[in-house]
């Protein structure tokens, strides 16, 4: 064994002496300096770096966009799910992966390949690509795994890319003008549809974009997620929770245009635009959150007939 000197065993006394004694065989090791804190911070900052032409912009549409406004929420919940397993996860043993540096390569091509093609959905969603390539290189495969809700949710706050977006809002128009013309004439309202323009007596009604439900349809989803997480414990009802969203936002989106129609036919023809119709959108908005805790508090009934049954059981 190598001789430790007067300065090395008063370091070692006072637990001051950063590094460990080797034989003569081995080759030095020097520790880290610098605690954990301090590591996550640089590659937040490191992060923030190689993103600075890409989470202003995406920020910038959370304001500006009313489709995408609840990407605000998406990494606060993201945050608190980690923060509410943070026992579990002291717990998950630690063993990085040179797996992560190829993902991280992954996640930093798509960014280049976004920024070069003005491919704003790449460019994005390559943030959370490389974030669970981080995760495996520092942490494991494990750690990934516990992390892989959060992670994933995180793709909630990404505005779809455009193709997509015009893939689902022009049959989403067409569902909402068909379910009014078959609900209005119930009402006296006799109609004639063009597309998605609905002719009615008294004016031209048209189910345009921004009518389609996708705005209500990408929020709920999130809010049924974030439902389905704080409320229910098992994953299946989670899905069904999520799942749920689509009908919900749908039928609820053909009601609204059902509204309006009704509303201009008996009412005011400028009761289909401005305030009154903004307000009505909130209004089906609510009364769909409302379905989904509906949809909760039948399960949570069905879990209290289950005990109930099996509490009458005879022993």
């Not at 995760?135 to 494990?142: H, L, M, P, S, T």
């Not at 892989?148 to 689902?168: D, W």
């Not at 039928?251 to 609204?256: F, M």
Request: charged share 15%.
């Amino acid at each position: 064994m190598r001789r430790v000197n007067a300065s090395q065993g008063a370091a070692l006394a006072t637990g001051t002496f950063e590094g460990k004694l080797t034989t003569d065989s081995e080759s030095p090791v020097i520790t880290k300096v610098g605690g954990p804190w301090s590591q996550l911070i640089t590659l937040l900052l490191l992060i923030g770096l190689i993103y600075w032409r890409v989470l202003p912009g995406l920020v910038e549409e959370w304001w500006n966009n009313p489709d995408f406004s609840h990407g605000f929420l998406v990494p606060v919940f993201a945050a608190f799910v980690i923060w509410c397993e943070r026992n579990r996860l002291k717990v998950v043993p630690v063993k990085p992966s040179w797996v992560g540096l190829a993902i991280i390569a992954l996640g930093l091509a798509a960014l280049i390949v976004g920024l070069l093609g003005a491919e704003l959905f790449s460019s994005r969603s390559s943030l959370i690509v490389l974030l669970f390539g981080l995760v495996i290189y520092f942490f494991g495969w494990r750690w990934a795994r516990a992390l892989l809700f959060p992670l994933a949710c995180l793709f909630l706050m990404i505005p779809i890319p455009a193709i997509l977006f015009n893939h689902l809002t022009f049959p989403m128009q067409l569902f909402a003008s068909r379910f009014a013309t078959s609900l209005l004439p119930f009402f006296g309202v006799p109609v004639l549809r063009e597309g998605n323009v609905l002719q009615l007596p008294s004016m031209a009604l048209e189910v345009a974009e921004a009518c389609s439900g996708i705005r209500s349809l990408t929020a709920l989803i999130t809010l049924a997620i974030i439902l389905g997480y704080l409320s229910e414990k098992s994953t299946a009802r989670r899905l069904l929770l999520a799942l749920a969203a689509f009908p919900i936002a749908i039928v609820a989106n053909g009601l609204r245009v059902v509204g309006t129609g009704l509303s201009v036919q008996y009412g005011n023809p400028s009761l289909a635009e401005g305030f009154f119709h903004s307000f009505e959108g909130w209004l089906v908005f609510l009364v769909s959150v409302f379905l989904l805790f509906l949809l909760h508090v039948v399960f949570k009934g069905l879990d209290r007939l289950a005990k109930r049954d099996r509490h009458d059981e005879p022993i």
